[in-house]
């Protein structure tokens, strides 16, 4: 895979330590990409770095850090960019954490947590990139998202509204692009087999595996065409479902 | 989060027992730690891909540590052929990115779809055993972590927690990564060479013959027709081809989409497809280019082949024997089989070498292997497998813990009987499995 004269792409992956992330940057590191890592722990970025190293990536930094926690998100997507050389073909922003639903109905500081995470730094960085990619006039911006931002529901509503703001924020930003060539996509994902979801019993049709879902990824950042998808496609007709089911209907239910 | 087990269901490949474990999953090194100290005193086992058959990587009432998330290479030399990597990197996937520099494992097993520590702990042989030993012999360091919370770094020089770690099936700790020394490959191909043989006497003189002039033989061996047709087979010898470059067809996968009722297998079908495959291998070319995933690894190209033997599974029974009895046992293995119309559709026979391993309990002596597949058909299966263990005991054999899921603890004891103090020694105490708690009950 190569970007615009056949040079190797430069992905700037933001969490990439999740199970999603690793499976993505595997793809692109067979492909001899160059790639930039962030995410928390300094010693696992490390240890991922090196085996992408083998598995053929060309150039991999590490970026350790706390995401959520970064206030000058633009100066540091600068120095991203430029420890990559430049020219970026992708920025994958991909951090988020599920929360714990009950405890932020009566505590504010995980309220607070969710928001900040999946939604306020997120933001930050989406603007960031998409400075980055409408300067270079090339590029996606792509964000994960989630079905949960569909309809708010009462067992993931705090989580699901971070998602929906992070959605309507990257279709903005994707109208904002249009005229500069530059892309953004956001990626509503239904269940994938992950950390995230490890505590989940699983089985059953619904459950993507995080290679097929990287695959995918991998397509959307390099021939973007809606600024918002349903990761699997069958996602669609289930939400639009879901966003019908009459209030009266949807009250009686645990969901 | 408080419990970092969660319930999971693990069968191993035979799919006889079909239980749930609280299973924990690490993706990073620095989670198994965590784990081995919330495991509220049950026992421990780490487990790959679940390759092997029996019942030595259940652990029932006990936890499991899956080690597949494990995946990650930790360098890779391509000028020395030296391979650090994570415990639960498949050798699939490693052999997909060392094969083009042209390296290989210096021996392999006949499935590719097994964790390097699986392959450690059960110190798997492979057609080359004559020349190359186990997988063990090309360990060169090892992580062992310890229910003391201790991490070790181990070599051959490290004595006996090295060597039980080695064949020690789990039972010393958590291998959390190894460093093989891989063999140069000239391609990424073999010549092969098929050629049927009447009798067991006359696999033995090939094999004797073959052992220095070809470094993979191997024989498959109708065990299912009696009479005169009794002990034929076919005979595989082969080298790596020079030349011919490291490029990989494309694959043609298939898969056993569902379990075949029981009742398809029966000793007319057996039968019927030995005398065919026997047929088809002897109308095929003698000596053909072979790719080593269709040489090493033909049943990986079934995905879920094991599904073959219906809802009861299967039991598969792997034994040696030593030179001196060899010639005799084995026949009458294949006799009592025969006679039991429980025969298998492949059996495989080998000869083993003399190098010997470093690990303690590691199952390959010099002399013949034979490994069969049995459908399970409750005790008149488990009869006929205690009949054959009656001729390995004779003959001064014993049987493989990674095939295993029912040989009692006396024919354990025999077996292993030299090197069990020693191994007992360095088990960690917090570690265990099903097989463990019968053979050393």
Known sequence: MTGPNDRPQRILILGALSTIAEALARQYAAAGAHLLLAGRQADRLEQVAADLRVRGAGTVVTWAGDLAAEKDA????????????????????????????????????ELDRIIDVNFASAARWCMAAAGVLERQRHGTLLAISSVAGDRGRQSNYAYGAAKAGLTVLVQGIAHRLAPSGAKAVAVKLGFVDSAMTAHIKKGGPLWAKPDAIATSLRKLIERPSKPLVYLPSFWRPIMTVICNVPTFVFHKTKL | MTDRFYPSAFTSWGRIHRKTYPAGHPRYRDEIEPLLSTRNARAMLAVGLGRSYGDSVLNDGGCLINMTALDRIISFDPETGVLRA????????????????????????????????????????????????????????????????????????????????????????????????????????????????????????????????????????????????????????????????????????????????????????????????????????????????????????????NRLYGRRGFYQYQCVVPPAAAEQAVPELIKQIARAGAGSFLAVLKTLGERPSPGLLSFPLPGATLALDFPNRGASTVDLLARLDSVVLEAGGRLYPAKDGRMSALMFRAGYAAVLPAFVAQVDPAFSSDFWRRVAA
């Open chain 2, 86 to 305: 994570e415990a639960g990197l498949s050798l699939d996937a490693a052999l997909a990115m060392i094969v083009p520099h042209g390296w290989y494992f210096a021996t392999t097993p006949g499935t590719r779809y097994v964790t390097l520590g699986g392959a450690i702990a059960n110190d798997v042989h492979g057609k080359n055993h004559h020349s190359a030993g186990t997988f063990g012999c090309s360990v060169r360091r090892l992580g062992l972590l310890r229910s003391d919370g201790l991490e070790h770094d181990l070599g051959p020089e490290s004595g006996d927690l090295f060597a039980a770690t080695i064949a020690g099936l789990g039972l010393t700790g958590v291998i959390t990564w190894a460093e093989v020394g891989l063999v140069r490959i000239p391609s990424a191909f073999l010549e092969v060479e098929r050629i049927p043989f009447g009798n067991t006497a006359d696999f033995f003189q090939l094999a004797a013959e073959a052992a220095s002039t070809h470094e993979h033989t191997v024989a498959w061996i109708d065990c299912a027709n009696g009479g005169r047709s009794l002990g034929r087979g076919i005979f595989q010898r082969g080298n790596w081809l020079a030349g011919v470059g490291f490029s990989t067809p494309p694959a043609r996968n298939r898969s056993m989409p569902v379990e075949l009722p029981s009742a398809a297998l029966n000793a007319l079908s057996v039968r019927a497809f030995n005398t065919f495959y026997f047929r088809l291998q002897k109308a095929g070319p003698p000596v053909a280019r072979e790719h080593f995933s269709t040489f090493f690894y033909p049943l990986d190209a079934i995905a879920n082949w």
């Open chain 1, 74 to 109: 633009n100066g540091a997507m600068a120095r991203m960019s430029g420890s990559l050389g430049g020219h970026i073909d992708g920025v994958v922003v991909i951090y988020g954490l599920l929360g714990d639903q009950g405890a932020a109905e009566t505590d504010s500081a």
